[in-house]
C-alpha cells in the first residue's frame, strides 16, 4: 500500500515506507489531509484534534499587568476533519477512533453517526494511553464487536485486516456500479 502520514509534533521515528507529512496546528493538518485523501481507497483517523483553538494567536510575550488578571482567550471550533473527509465525493472507506473513559460503546454509535463513518474503533481511553496492549470494539451499523486484549501492534493487523475484508466486500457488491473500484 502507498501510506501518507500526517501527523502533529511526536516524538516518535519515521515509520520505513510511508510519506511522511508534519504539522503543527489542526488546520494544516486539515489542509494537508483533504490535499492528500483525493483518490485514497482508505482513509484512518486515528488521533483526536483538539476540538477548539484560540481565535488569535499572540505574536509576542503576553505580559502580566499588576490589577489586570488573565487576558481573556477566546476559542473557535476546530474542523471536524474526518467528518469532512467522510463527505468527499467519493469518500474512502473511513475509520475513525473514539477514545471514550464511559459509556465506550454508546459514545461510539453516536460518533458514528456523527462523522458519517462506516467503522468506529473504540477503547477505553485512560487505560490504552501509554500501554503497550489494548482492548478494541469496532462499531458499525451492524453493531459493536468486541475484540480481546492484545498488543497494540497485534490490533493493527487485525484492524488493517478487516478493513482489507470490507472493501473486499464492498467491491464485491459494487460490480459493474457506476464509481466501483472493479470492473
Do not use: Q
Request: proline content about 8%.
Amino acid at each position: 500500500a502507498e501510506v501518507t502520514l500526517i501527523a502533529g509534533p511526536v516524538a516518535l521515528a519515521k515509520p520505513s515506507g510511508v510519506h511522511l507529512v508534519d504539522v503543527t496546528t489542526a488546520l494544516e493538518m486539515r489542509d494537508a489531509t483533504l490535499a492528500a485523501v483525493r483518490g485514497a481507497d482508505v482513509f484512518v483517523a486515528t488521533a483526536a484534534v483538539a476540538d477548539w483553538r484560540v481565535d488569535r494567536v499572540a505574536t509576542s510575550k503576553i505580559k502580566k499587568r499588576p490589577g489586570e488578571g488573565a487576558p481573556p482567550l477566546r476559542l473557535v471550533e476546530n474542523p471536524d476533519i474526518l467528518a469532512e473527509v467522510a463527505r468527499l465525493e467519493p469518500a474512502p472507506y473511513c475509520v475513525g477512533f473514539a477514545a471514550e473513559s464511559d459509556d465506550i460503546v454508546a459514545n461510539a454509535r453516536v460518533k458514528l453517526a456523527k462523522k458519517g463513518v462506516p467503522l468506529i474503533v473504540a477503547n477505553d481511553g485512560p487505560r490504552a494511553f501509554g500501554a503497550d496492549s489494548n482492548a478494541i470494539t469496532l462499531v458499525d451499523a451492524a453493531g459493536a464487536v468486541e475484540w480481546p486484549p492484545a498488543s497494540k501492534v497485534e490490533l493493527a493487523r487485525r484492524l488493517v485486516g478487516e478493513v482489507a475484508r470490507r472493501l473486499r466486500a464492498l467491491d464485491a457488491d459494487d460490480v459493474g456500479r457506476p464509481g466501483s473500484r472493479e470492473p
